[in-house]
């Protein structure tokens, strides 16, 4: 074989600059499927935020919808998945993780037989919440909020809403009251009731990390997160394209129920560490 020119290395060294510029240019942009971050959604309206980016793909995120928040929280804890969106209760108590986002205000609707505007309305009456809502910090932000307004409510907590005149809950048994009740309507969100006249209500979904892949995640992680918060903002502004998200992603079973629970949803991203 013949020696090569110096004609001959000098392309040769340049061809394999080249592709070594072009192959970290490649990593730089995310297109390692094998480092994108798993991040699982809970099929739950409070996940409407995150709505574009399970209609959406991307090299730096998998997006995966989860059945429930604790089949998530589940996963995250077993290394399955690298981030989900979970209560604000179950984020705190996932150790190894991080809290790094969360995704508005966890949702207390109230649902009548008549229309009611105030809290105020409700006094002297009696008032339903599901079972599992006893002794949670939306049953606490509710009784804090009948105190502020000086309403006496009996509050009874039970799944039969058949003879309720009202009643409290989250959007997603809310969703299925208005489906089985046809008399029974939304009248309005006590939790934003509750952050105008208390100053605060219960956060909502938490972006939750492990840190065993925050040590080692570069680029990919930042991408998806700057990603997220572009989601959440994107659905509060784009209301008609999110409903047809919201069906179709399977957060919502259809886009009549999804455009009827929209404006209820809470459509804002808070970085943690800003908050008190």
């Given at each position: ?210 840190k065993d892949y925050l040590q080692q995640a570069g680029t990919d992680y930042d991408a998806f997160e700057r990603r997220f918060q572009d989601a959440v903002h994107y659905a509060d502004e784009k209301r008609k394209k999110t409903v047809a998200m919201m069906a179709s992603s399977g957060i919502a079973a259809d886009e009549a129920e999804a ?18």
């Amino acid at each position: 074989m013949k020696p090569r020119t110096p004609q001959q290395v000098r392309i040769l060294a340049i061809a394999f600059a080249v592709l070594v510029l072009l192959t970290t240019l490649l990593l730089w942009q995310g297109v390692r499927h094998g480092d994108a971050v798993r991040v699982g959604i809970p099929k739950s309206y409070t996940a409407a935020g995150a709505a574009p980016l399970l209609q959406t793909s991307a090299a730096q995120y998998v997006c995966t919808l989860g059945s429930t928040t604790a089949v998530l929280q589940k996963a995250l804890l077993a290394g399955d998945l690298d981030a989900a969106l979970i209560p604000y209760d179950m984020a705190v108590s996932c150790e190894g993780c991080e809290i790094r986002a969360i995704l508005g205000y966890e949702q207390l609707l109230l649902l009548g037989r008549r229309d009611a505007v105030h809290v105020q309305d409700l006094d002297n009456s009696t008032l339903v919440l599901p079972q599992k809502l006893q002794n949670s910090a939306l049953a606490k932000m509710l009784e804090a909020l009948l105190r502020k307004e000086d309403t006496f409510c009996t509050i009874l907590y039970s799944d039969d809403f058949s003879e309720a005149e009202w009643i409290a809950c989250s959007l997603d048994d809310a969703a299925a009251i208005l489906k089985a009740q046809p008399g029974i309507r939304i009248c309005f969100s006590i939790t934003r009731s509750a952050r105008h006249a208390l100053d605060t209500a219960p956060y909502g979904l938490c972006l939750t990390v492990r840190k065993d892949y925050l040590q080692q995640a570069g680029t990919d992680y930042d991408a998806f997160e700057r990603r997220f918060q572009d989601a959440v903002h994107y659905a509060d502004e784009k209301r008609k394209k999110t409903v047809a998200m919201m069906a179709s992603s399977g957060i919502a079973a259809d886009e009549a129920e999804a455009n009827l629970l929209y404006p209820y949803c809470s459509f804002r991203y808070m970085d943690p560490t800003t908050l008190e």
